[in-house]
């Protein structure tokens, strides 16, 4: 029974057209092709392009497939095909039971109905009876934890009360597939959390597809993962890990830094770790746990007393969760009047996999006062990869014993 393949897609793709006249002229021909018999073109015509190109995978009973790519990749298009919306225009799609789905925002919802009447609306889509939805609806209300609002219409609910109310129906009537596109990024991260353990318990007897650009969430929950970019497959496997690297390494080219000051420059910064090399414009691939040296350049048009230099490592959503603060502590640089290389050696750094960067300020202290003379925010980027991913960006590997 856990063999079983719920969902099953071969060479699947699907074609839009970026001009609207032409678009609807070319769905008119289709139609009219469609109506004596012919099959539609599966070339592209002027103004059409592949969204979905050639895709195929399947998910097993107790597996999760993991979506992941840029915005535009085709990730939702993918969603829209499996959940019948949309028709391939190419390949195959099987899936076998009942399917739940929370493809967009408030997809399925009247607005003008309540929470209440929606549950029941919902739950009907999905195939279950008035009966099965009100054997559930405690349940149901109990985990989407808006009670003071069930009799509300919908359209006054806020975004994350909309996905409270989508994910307490879809996950309550364990559908035997479940479908989730990144609405869960708009939730409290206590809803969050609570709707990945019912995941877990779902999963059992479910075949689940996540669509996130939370890696962490990916990593968590993921048995295997399916890269896209521009419509296309380029890396599917059960090594999610190395899937996450591959996403992560996909920013390379869009990495922008920010800096000001007028008294100094950052002339150049540097990353090394074991043998590797990262640059500005060249990103540092290196290990979990792995030793890093930052070699920071700094070119002074005035005279600089007493330098000091501040380090701040930043995750991929941009916050900020480690530091570095006590370079005066180790040296004294009274007096910079032109050019000054200085590295920080960290001997470990148990990163989680993931993309990081580091921002850099630079200052001087004069009187017994701190003055901040250069930012440069993200001034450099690394990724660091290996089997160690979570929630949070440090992860820890302590030597356990037995006692």
């Known amino acids: 029974m856990q063999e079983e393949v719920l969902i ?3 060479h699947v793709s699907k074609k839009f057209c970026r001009d609207l006249k032409k678009s609807l002229w070319y769905g008119m021909q289709d139609l009219g092709k469609a109506a004596v018999g012919i099959s539609p073109s599966q070339q592209l015509r002027p103004h059409e392009f592949w969204a979905v190109n050639d895709i195929s995978f399947e998910v097993k009973r107790g597996e999760c497939l993991g979506l992941i790519g840029h915005n535009g990749a085709g990730k939702s298009t ?9 028709t391939p225009d190419k390949g195959s799609i099987e899936m076998k039971g009942r399917v739940g789905a929370l493809i967009e925002l408030g997809a399925g919802f009247n ?9 029941f609306n919902n739950a009907a889509i999905l195939g279950f009876s008035k009966k099965e939805t009100l054997d559930k609806l405690d349940e149901i209300i109990a985990f989407a934890d808006i009670e003071d609002f069930l009799d509300t219409p919908v359209q006054n609910y806020s975004s994350g009360m909309r996905v409270r109310l989508g994910f307490a129906v879809a996950a ?21 959390l609570k709707c990945f353990n019912r995941m877990d318990e779902l999963l059992k007897d479910t075949a689940l597809i996540l669509v996130s650009h939370s890696m962490p969430q990916i990593a968590r929950m993921c048995t295997q993962v399916l890269l896209m970019s521009k419509g296309q497959n380029q890396y599917l496997s059960n090594d999610v890990s190395t899937g996450i690297t591959r996403y992560y390494e996909m920013f390379g080219e869009e990495i922008n830094s920010f800096s000001e000051g007028e008294k100094v420059d950052l002339s150049d910064i540097t990353l090394l770790s074991e043998g590797n090399k990262g640059t500005r414009t060249e990103n540092l691939l290196m290990d979990y746990a792995a030793p890093l040296e930052i070699q920071i350049e700094i070119t ?11 380090l701040a490592f930043y995750d991929k959503e941009q916050r900020i969760f480690a530091e570095v603060n006590n370079f005066t502590d180790a040296l ?50 690394f ?3 290996g089997k160690h991913h979570g929630w949070a960006p440090i992860q820890y590997e302590p030597e356990w014993k037995l006692l």
């Not at 993918?78 to 949309?86: D, E, I, P, Q, T």
């Not at 309550?172 to 969050?192: C, H, R, S, T, Y």
């Not at 148990?350 to 009187?367: K, L, M, T």
């Open 8 to 10: 099953r897609a071969e």
């Open 78 to 86: 993918l969603l829209k095909m499996l959940n019948g919306l949309l």
């Open 111 to 119: 607005p003008i109905l309540t929470g209440r009447e929606n549950i």
């Open 172 to 192: 309550q009537m364990k559908p035997d597939i479940l479908i989730i596109d990144e609405v869960l990024a708009v939730g409290d991260m206590g809803f969050v």
């Open 300 to 310: 002074c048009r005035e005279a600089v007393e007493y330098m000091w230099v501040y």
């Open 332 to 381: 004294t640089l009274k007096r910079v009047e032109n050019k000054v290389i200085v590295s920080a050696y960290i001997p470990s750094l148990p990163f989680a996999q993931g993309a990081y960067s580091i921002s850099v300020g630079i200052g001087e202290e004069q009187n017994g006062a701190r003055r901040t003379l250069l930012r440069s925010q993200s001034a450099i980027y």
């Open 383 to 385: 990724t660091v990869h």
